[in-house]
Structure formats: C-alpha cells, structure tokens
C-alpha cells in the first residue's frame, strides 16, 4: 500500500511533505492552503514554510497543517530555517521561483525530492532579468519534477532544462462560491450604485496595478469609446506601484475608468459586471478569467501565455498592446446582447472542465507516490 494512505499500514509513517511559499501571488498562496487542506485530509503530514503574514491571511494551520516562519529571503538565516524545517521531509515542494531557489539552497547535500510548481513567470529587466534567468537555470535541473500551471510554462521548463516537466492540475481555490442568493438584484443594483454605474454598462478589471497588467493600454481603449451613449465606466480593483500614474491619466483625460483600489468583493462586482476585462502582457492560470467563467461574466482578454487554453472560444482574445483591437472588441460585444448569451454559455461548459480541488490533489499525490516509493533492486 502507498505510504500516501490515509490509512497506512501498522507501523509505517505518514507521508512527510513541506510546502515552501514566498510569500508571493495571491493565486499561488490560496493554492498552498488548498492542497495542504487536501493533502492533511488524505492522512499527509504537511508544514508550509512561509512569511507569518501569509499564514495570517490564508490560515494554513486551519487546515491541520503546521507553519514555520520562513521570511521571503535567500539571506543564510531563512535558508537556515528553512533547512531545519526540511530535515525530517519525505519531500519538499515549493511554489514559485524564488521560493524554490530557497529550497534548493536548504536541500543542498540532501537527497530529499524536490518538486517545483511555477504559478507565474518572473518578470524582470537588464541585468536582474539575467540573473532569474540563472536562477530559474538551477531551480529546474535539481527539481525531480517541474509543474507548470500553463503550457508556455512547461515548455519553459523543459528548454531551461528540466528533467521532469508536466501541466499541473491547478483548480480555482473558492471556486464556487457565490454572491449571497437572497437577491442578487438587489445586491447587483446596490454593487452599481456604489461604483457610479447605474444606467450604464459596466466593465470590471481586477489585479495589481503593476506594468505587465497592460492598464495604460485599458486607458487608451477607454479614450476610445468616450462617446458611446450610454458611457461604459471601467472599474478596476487593485493596488499597486501605477496608480498615480493612472489616477493622473484618468483625471487628466476625463476617462470613464475608477481605481477602487482592493476589493474583498470581487465575486460581487464581477456578479454586477456586464464585462470583465483582462488586459495583461502575460498571465498564466489568470484568477480573474477563471472567476469571470464562473459567474457567467463575457470575458475580453489578451491572447497571451496560458489564457487561450484556459479560455478556450469562451473569451473574445485581442493582441497585447492594441487598444483599438480592445476598445473594438468591447463596443461590439456591448452591442450585441446575443454574442454575449453565447460566451456565458460557452463559459459555462468550459469551466466544467477545469480541475478541481480534488484533482489537483491526486496528480500532486501522484508525483509524490512516484518519488517515494522505494525503487526494485535490479
């Protein structure tokens, strides 16, 4: 029987696995708390090794899990701690690229497995792009297994040189849960009264105000459809080191877009959206297309990284970086009631065949059977 039982046989001990969380993204964090909710559950002793402030947000010892404090370093005192954290592992999986070139560190000497899950791809430029470039080079040739949440991820692996690379099941921690059922009119006219858009379309964009989410490009579309009758408001929830850029373009220009800044209401704005909008350079599992699909919201997104897979003919995909593509695409689907019944539809059948959180769990227990099972003597 497979030491990754729930009921293991007399005598033999439970798997002993630690996930190793940067403290990064928040898809990648809800992730850790779902698989280590899955795997404790499945008789797998788990400790996270991960900021104390992520624990405080995501509540892994809720889950059965243990948590040590590892901070979101490479200085010797987190690679120490994170070493002592490992000693007794079975096997060690770490989340995210600087989380997982901590991990080498602390394993070095060892032979404990290491398997790898990249969420997103680093983003950085000159000289710090090539050195993640080298990092990512040592992560994926010492990692046993490689998991990518996207295609174009795997086959990075694989071209860096990873022995093992696979598509990682990844389902959407949360996914079903929905606004509060009592009266969703209600909650969607009050969600639109609060934002300014009572009597006007409504376009939702949700992610950090960072350069990559394409937010400029959002701008100029929005430029765009300024004489549009009634006038679209784009509402973008988030924070993040653009917004007095955007804040003074939207004052500037008088666009039809509010930064509302962090929302823990995201299913309800999305559930009050006639649209959500999807902007980025690049995205793999992106959280926004996936809740998007879920709460029947049409989706424009760029046609970039994972996003046409995970989407599928449920989106309408525009280039990167063309705002007349994006501002185009919206005014037209704004127009036509009976496109935008057909993607909801579409959406429908293609978030059933997303992984779920019980999927996610078996693969990841899969490759853990593969790596601890005693090997035949030849």
Same mark, same amino acid.
Do not use: M
């Given at each position: 029987m497979s030491p990754l039982s729930s009921n293991a046989p007399h005598g033999q001990s439970p798997l002993r696995t630690v996930q190793v969380l940067g403290g990064g993204n928040a898809g990648s964090s809800a992730h850790v708390r779902s698989l280590a909710e899955g795997l404790v559950a499945r008789g797998v002793r788990v400790t996270v090794c991960a900021p104390v402030e992520a624990d405080r947000?995501? /509540?892994?010892?809720?889950?059965? =899990?243990?948590? $040590?404090?590892?901070?979101?370093?490479? /200085? +010797?005192?987190? $690679? #120490?701690?994170?070493?002592? !954290?490992?000693?007794? !592992?079975?096997?060690?999986? !770490?989340?995210?690229?600087? =989380?997982?070139?901590?991990?080498?560190? #602390?394993?070095?000497?060892?032979? @404990?497995?290491?398997? %790898?899950?990249?969420?997103?791809?680093?983003?950085?430029?000159?000289?710090?792009?090539?050195?993640?470039?080298?990092?990512?080079?040592?992560? %994926?040739?010492? !990692? =046993?297994?490689?998991?990518?949440?996207?295609?174009?991820?795997?086959?990075?692996?694989?071209? @860096?040189?990873?022995?093992?690379?696979?598509? #990682?099941? $990844?389902?959407?921690?949360?996914?079903?849960?929905? +606004?509060?059922?009592?009266?969703?009119?209600?909650?969607?006219?009050?969600?639109?009264?609060? %934002?300014?858009? @009572?009597?006007? +379309?409504?376009?939702? #964009?949700?992610?950090?105000?960072?350069?990559?989410?394409?937010?400029? $490009?959002?701008?100029?579309?929005?430029?765009?459809?300024?004489?549009?009758?009634?006038l679209p408001l784009v509402v973008v929830a988030g924070e993040g080191p653009l917004r007095p850029v955007l804040q003074r373009r939207i004052e500037d220009e008088a666009l039809p877009v509010r930064l509302v800044g962090h929302r823990d209401d995201v299913p309800e704005l999305l559930a009050a959206a006639d649209l959500a909008l999807l902007t980025s350079s690049w995205e793999s599992r992106s959280v926004l297309a996936q809740e998007a699909l879920y709460a029947r919201v049409p989706l424009v997104a760029t046609r970039v990284g994972g996003i046409p897979d995970l989407v599928g003919d449920a989106a309408e995909l525009v280039p990167y970086g063309d705002p007349q593509a994006l501002a185009d695409t919206v005014v037209a689907l704004l127009a036509d009631p009976g496109r935008r019944e057909l993607l909801r539809e579409r959406g429908v059948r293609q978030a059933a065949g997303w992984p779920t959180d019980d999927e996610t769990v078996a693969q990841v227990l899969s490759v853990y059977d593969e790596l601890t099972q005693p090997r035949p003597l030849a």
């Open positions: 947000a995501y /509540d892994f010892t809720g889950t059965g =899990a243990a948590h $040590v404090h590892v901070p979101r370093s490479s /200085d +010797p005192a987190s $690679v #120490a701690a994170l070493r002592a !954290a490992c000693a007794d !592992a079975d096997l060690v999986h !770490a989340h995210g690229l600087h =989380a997982s070139f901590r991990a080498v560190l #602390a394993l070095g000497g060892r032979h @404990t497995p290491l398997v %790898v899950t990249w969420h997103n791809r680093a983003r950085a430029e000159g000289a710090r792009a090539h050195l993640l470039r080298l990092l990512e080079r040592r992560v %994926v040739r010492t !990692a =046993a297994v490689v998991l990518g949440t996207s295609p174009d991820l795997v086959e990075r692996a694989r071209r @860096t040189g990873a022995r093992d690379a696979r598509l #990682a099941a $990844v389902g959407l921690p949360g996914q079903r849960r929905t +606004p509060d059922p009592e009266d969703p009119d209600r909650l969607r006219s009050k969600i639109r009264a609060e %934002v300014g858009a @009572t009597g006007r +379309p409504l376009l939702i #964009a949700v992610g950090s105000l960072d350069r990559h989410r394409g937010y400029e $490009v959002l701008l100029d579309a929005a430029r765009a459809w300024r004489d549009l009758d009634p």
